[in-house]
């Protein structure tokens, strides 16, 4: 078996019409990739990912031409437009594709439809960035020794510094996001949107809530220590070379980026790194192999970082706290969506527990200051 992240049978209930498709995106498509489409298109689906749903698109042509690429639309019953803005996404990538950027490792928009006449929903389709992805447990025929890991937790960090160094002003995102206010708005906007999504009561997140809104850090020159903010920077949305898989060869999921302070995307990193010595209900929700030896410790990813950039992090805690009930919240919104029919991934039947676990981590750093 390939150690290549592959695609699976359309979930059901989430299937998409390929023939509907390749009517309505043909010419634009066929521009973007350089051949005439012969045959229908053939569409399967990325199983992981718990916000946006991704297919694996693959389009034959006369000549014997084979591509395959991403298709990209939000989920089914989706009522957080903010959280899946596929114009969004589409802009950031575009600009992560110009020269001026520097970047190479996100994937290039070849379509984008806003018409919801297709699908539903506005959807767009991408080159595929193919290579492995880790999860919870390696690929097979994937060794992740403790050389091989502390390699890959020093790629991390530098890929992380990497989007944020991105020109962003210069790559015409200078109205992309608003620096100023940023964090005061991240706070409250979700907070807000934990009370729009919660379902059952978790005093720690109404605690956590609470004490972020009330313990804002004071703000410098917002605009002038901003950057690229991924906000979902882990080890499921980063692409590995097959033949060196510390070496990073692409990053996914750029639907929540924004432009912003720094440090909120270090944290959110860091509170998807679950440690060795984290409780074990927690290390259920990990989204790689950040617990087994040879990686590093959040506290040595935090202190790599700052060394390697040249940021401040003193007030990292602040933002580690508000990232694990960022997180939270997340998991809360999907299982509203589960509890409420719209959406038929079992795997979405176990997020409160998970908001549970990530409000009493965000409680413990609030007492602590540990991360």
């Known amino acids: 078996m390939s150690a290549i992240d592959s695609a699976r049978a359309v979930r059901s209930g989430e299937e998409i019409d390929a023939e509907k498709l390749l009517f309505n995106v043909r010419e634009p498509l ?3 990739l350089g051949f005439e489409i012969s045959a229908p298109l053939e569409i399967e689906q990325f199983p992981s990912g718990h916000s946006n749903l991704t297919y694996l698109v693959r389009a034959r042509g006369k000549g014997g031409e084979a591509r395959e690429l991403v298709l990209r639309r939000p989920p089914f019953g989706n009522v957080v437009k903010t959280a899946h803005d596929m114009g969004r996404e589409v802009k950031i990538l575009t600009a992560l594709a110009s020269p001026g950027a520097r970047y190479t490792k996100g994937p290039r928009p070849l379509v984008y439809v806003d018409d919801t006449s297709v699908m539903g929903s506005p959807f767009y389709l991408m080159t595929r960035l193919s290579g492995i992805v880790l999860r919870r447990k390696a690929p097979a025929g994937v060794a ?16 992380l510094i990497e989007i944020h160094s991105i020109p962003w002003e210069q790559i015409g995102l200078s109205d992309y996001g608003r620096p100023e206010g940023y964090v005061e708005r991240q706070v409250k906007g979700w907070a807000k949107r934990y009370v729009d999504a919660q379902t059952d009561e978790v005093p720690d997140m109404d605690r956590a809530s609470a004490w972020l809104v009330d313990h804002l850090p004071k703000a410098l020159d917002e605009r002038k220590a901003a950057t690229v903010v991924h906000n979902d920077f882990k080890y499921d949305n980063i692409v590995l070379d097959p033949a060196d898989i510390t070496r990073i060869v692409g990053v996914l999921d750029w639907e929540m980026t924004t432009i912003g302070d720094p440090l909120t995307d270090l944290a959110t990193t860091l509170a998807y ?10 290390k259920q929700f990990a989204f790689g192999p950040t617990h087994l030896p040879g990686s590093m410790k959040r506290r040595e990813f935090a202190d790599a970082y700052a060394k390697e950039s040249g940021r401040d992090i003193s007030n990292l805690p602040y933002f ?8 939270a919240v997340v998991a809360q919104q999907i299982y509203k969506r589960f509890k409420q029919g719209l959406t038929k991934d079992e795997r979405f039947a176990m ?21």
Do not use: H
């Open 144 to 159: 992740l020794a403790p050389e091989t890991l502390a390699a890959l937790s020093k790629s991390m960090v530098s890929g």
């Open 351 to 371: 997020m409160i527990f998970g908001v549970r676990l990530l409000g009493e981590a965000a409680v413990r750093c609030i007492d602590t200051g540990a991360m």
């Open 30 to 32: 066929e521009q973007a």
């Open 273 to 282: 790194w679950v440690e060795d010595g984290d409780p074990d209900p927690l």
């Open 320 to 327: 580690y706290a508000f990232a694990l009930f960022k997180n």
